[in-house]
């Protein structure tokens, strides 16, 4: 199975910082990652899939970029309603394997 | 809108069964791949089960081989997991989540889960 090693586990950020996350895959995923946002409560929610196509009405603060091996999730510009933790997940091998996930909170 | 709602989970005994569902509703349920994926309480998203259109293929986590039976009924837009031989570390929220027909499909679509206890 393909091994997501997701990096930082959590995160602390003030209003308006950028941050970023990422996402190591243990072989070459070709692209094929997307990121989900969850929040306490609720399901997971699509934000981007093949490295960095938004998903439609997710606002353009949040971006993704990689190749190979390496990926990585940006925010900028963090607003409150960010709060909430990231998974990775690739998509091109079979099983499907998630990041073990960043917990994003306010500093 | 795309809707997914499960259904039938609860507490349980380990060694003991369980039925889980998934209604569909707002897409053509029949043109999509299915899957089920669980979270354990504050850990994180393990994928358990995928059943494809037309039900060919059919795959499982090596974890839940042998104890779990997902299947489908395009009739009734219902997606089902059949749970057997439960242990604790089967607790968890179970989410049906829909896929795309491509070759490389990721979850677009969850549903709220369903909370699958396995406690004596």
């Known amino acids: 199975d393909i091994q997501m090693t997701q990096s930082p586990p959590s995160l602390s950020a003030s209003l308006g910082d950028k941050v970023t996350i990422t996402c190591q895959a243990s072989?070459?995923?070709?692209?094929?990652i997307a990121w989900y946002q969850q929040k306490p409560g609720k399901a997971p929610g699509l934000l981007i899939h093949?490295?960095?196509t938004l998903v439609s009405g997710i606002p353009s603060r949040f971006s993704g970029s990689g190749s190979g091996r390496d990926y990585s999730f940006s925010i900028s510009n963090v607003e409150s309603e960010d709060i909430a933790t990231y998974y990775c997940?690739?998509?091109?091998?079979?099983?499907?394997?998630f990041g073990g996930g960043t917990k994003l909170e306010l500093k | 809108e795309v809707q997914l709602v499960e259904s039938g989970g609860g507490l349980v005994q380990p060694g003991r069964s369980l039925n889980l569902s998934c209604l569909a509703s707002?897409?053509?349920?029949?043109?999509?791949?299915m899957n089920w994926i669980r979270q354990a309480p504050g850990k994180g998203l393990e994928w358990v089960a995928s059943?494809?259109?037309?039900?060919?293929?059919?795959y499982y986590a090596d974890t839940v081989k042998g104890r779990f039976t997902i299947s489908r009924d395009d009739a009734k837009n219902t997606l089902y997991l059949q749970v057997t031989s439960l242990r604790s570390e089967d607790t968890a929220l179970y989410y049906c989540?829909?896929?795309?027909?491509?070759?490389?499909?990721?979850?677009?679509?969850w549903g709220q889960g369903v909370m699958v206890t396995v406690s004596s």
């Open positions: 989540a829909r896929h795309g027909n491509n070759l490389h499909y990721y979850f677009d679509y």
């Open positions: 707002g897409f053509t349920f029949s043109n999509y791949g």
């Open positions: 059943v494809s259109s037309g039900s060919s293929y059919i």
């Open positions: 072989q070459d995923i070709n692209k094929f």
């Open positions: 093949y490295t960095s």
């Open positions: 997940l690739q998509y091109d091998f079979s099983p499907r394997t």
